[in-house]
């Protein structure tokens, strides 16, 4: 787990320096989120391997994080 932490972190710091911390509305973050996860899909159906595809679920996910740094976070409630 720590492993992938640190994974999200960096590529949280790389799309930070790269794209700033521009406000987006929750849905906006949705959108770039689909936009990633069709890459993955994409260049999984391709064959161009998991590699790629695992590349771009990265990156899904720190959207997803910086959704909820800008936004806050609503826990599952058990």
């Known amino acids: 787990m ?3 932490v640190e994974a999200i972190k960096n590529e949280r710091a790389y799309q930070r320096d790269k794209y700033g911390d521009k406000p987006h509305d929750v849905g906006s973050f949705i959108l770039i989120m689909q936009g990633e996860l069709d890459e993955a899909a994409q260049g999984w159906r391709k064959g161009v391997g998991d590699e790629d595809a695992l ?3 990265l990156q899904v996910i720190a959207v997803g ?4 740094e800008q ?3 609503v826990a599952r409630s058990r």
């Open 71 to 73: 936004h806050g976070i």
């Open 65 to 68: 994080v910086a959704c909820l």
């Open 55 to 57: 590349r771009e679920i």
């Open 2 to 4: 720590d492993k992938i």
